[in-house]
T-cell receptor, first 112, second 112 residues
Framework: EAAVTQSPRSKVAVTGGKVTLSCHQT?????MYWYRQDTGHGLRLIHY???????EKGDIPDGYKASRPSQENFSLILELASLSQTAVYFC???????????FGKGTRLTVV | GDSVTQTEGLVTLTEGLPVMLNCTYQ???????LFWYVHYLNESPRLLLK?????KRTEHQGFHATLHKSSSSFHLQKSSAQLSDSALYYC??????????FGTGTRLQVSP
């Protein structure tokens, strides 16, 4: 089974602080994604990448940066964390064709 | 770009009644792949169904869906809801961009 590993699994951050969420996949997939899930809402795409050293904006990129230093690793960076960024964040990967998406277990971020 | 529409945010059912969750999509690609993902509380979203060819039914774990290109639909159905079916269900599409697009999700609540 394909594997996507997120770290940390939970984090409490201070408003205005910097937060980095990490994701590692061993699937050899081209595509990697960062999604945000808020209580009562569905998955919303923040950033994605289809090749190392390149990232693309998703539907809600404001306040977030992404980094894909290698095919296996994809980070989400909150330079100045805000209360509104409290959510569960999911990393995922997929092959370009065929499209099955494999998700990590999620990171629960609480900004205080 | 590609898009997926799930019109119901919440569907509430009594156990034993049939389930139907709506999904329509838009893409210029003539042969899209459609998916249903299920997201149980405190777990990762995972693939439930993937579409086959036009007008062919796909089944898994008691759920089924049929891709209808004529109506751009891929509705999820089950003949009899169970309490354990309570979850968030996402419809997703893979069109010409190689990027999977998710709908906003439908929460299914099944009560005794």
């Amino acid at each position: 089974e394909a594997a996507v590993t997120q770290s940390p699994r939970s984090k409490v951050a201070v408003t205005g602080g910097k937060v980095t969420l990490s994701c590692h996949q061993t699937n050899n997939h081209d595509y990697m994604y960062w999604y945000r899930q808020d209580t009562g809402h569905g998955l919303r795409l923040i950033h994605y990448s289809y090749v190392a050293d390149s990232t693309e904006k998703g539907d809600i990129p404001d306040g977030y940066k992404a980094s894909r230093p290698s095919q296996e690793n994809f980070s989400l960076i909150l330079e100045l964390a805000s209360l509104s960024q409290t959510a569960v964040y999911f990393c995922a990967s997929s092959v370009g064709t065929g499209g099955r998406v494999f998700f990590g277990k999620g990171t629960r971020l609480t900004v205080v | 770009g590609d898009s997926v529409t799930q019109t119901e945010g919440l569907v509430t059912l009594t156990e034993g009644l049939p389930v139907m969750l709506n999904c329509t999509y838009q893409t210029i690609y003539s042969n899209p792949f459609l998916f249903w993902y299920v997201h149980y509380l405190n777990e990762s979203p995972r693939l439930l169904l993937k579409s086959s060819t036009d007008n062919k039914r796909t089944e898994h774990q008691g759920f089924h869906a049929t891709l209808h290109k004529s109506s751009s639909s891929f509705h999820l159905q089950k003949s009899s809801a169970q309490l354990s079916d309570s979850a968030l269900y996402y419809c997703a599409a893979l069109g010409n961009t190689d990027k999977v697009v998710f709908g906003t999700g439908t929460r299914l609540q099944v009560s005794p």
